[in-house]
């Protein structure tokens, strides 16, 4: 038995990002480390974490040495990554989006993170959709905020979460400009244990930049 935890994806969430951010973003993100100080460690449904977690992707020089735990930042991440091996830079190069922001809300929330079977916590980071509404920051596709408003009910109606449900949902988060593949694996990897999934109770639902911000706790058994 373990507990889980969703959390926004969304780069621009992260400290030090949108220099502009208002006071509500800075409510929001104490919000979300709050979220995740709920427990003192948690497991991403990852084989393996990335030797480095950082922001290069975007154009901002710094990040977390997964090795050693370390925040790094200008030169001290451009050497980090330098010196990473080709299997090392190859492992860094395929993480995620969204693992790679789950590991910088940890490491700023000061929890331990790692790969399944290091907690029985897991940590599931969610982007949805970016083309929702007429502002949103992608062109608006058809069909995408009853997208997000179909996972948002999948995840929080009822006693459990309908799994085979909210995983069929998912598979349809690329044609709607979400990212929902770090949840769908960790709701597999749940499902193939024989877990029952609590639903989630949501601490945060609503938008951001124009796309739909859901943080909240839940647990399984």
């Not at 949108?18 to 995740?36: C, G, K, P, Q």
């Amino acid at each position: 038995m373990g507990a889980f935890a969703v959390i926004p994806a969304a780069p621009v969430l992260l400290e030090n990002i949108d220099h502009s951010e208002t006071t509500r973003m800075v409510e929001l993100r104490t919000a979300f480390h709050n979220t995740v100080r709920s427990q003192s460690d948690w497991a991403l449904p990852i084989e393996t974490l990335p030797p480095v977690a950082g922001l290069g992707g975007w154009g901002i020089d710094r990040g977390v040495d997964t090795r050693t735990g370390r925040f790094l930042a200008g030169s001290d991440w451009v050497d980090a990554v330098a010196s990473l091996t080709t299997d090392e830079r190859r492992l860094a190069e395929a993480a995620d989006p969204a693992i790679i922001v789950a590991i910088l809300h940890a490491h700023a929330a000061d929890v331990g993170i790692g790969p399944l079977g290091s907690s029985e916590n897991l940590l599931l980071p969610i982007d949805l959709s970016g083309a929702a509404t007429e502002d949103a920051p992608l062109a608006p596709i058809d069909g995408a905020e009853d997208f997000d408003r179909a996972v948002v009910e999948t995840l929080t109606s009822g006693p459990t979460i309908d799994t085979a449900r909210l995983v069929e949902i998912c598979v349809r988060a690329e044609t709607m400009a979400a990212n929902l593949s770090v949840l769908a694996a960790g709701i597999r990897h749940l499902v193939d244990h024989g877990a029952r999934v609590s639903t989630l109770e949501p601490v945060i639902d609503e938008r951001v930049h124009e796309v739909r911000t859901l943080c909240g706790t839940g647990s399984w058994g």
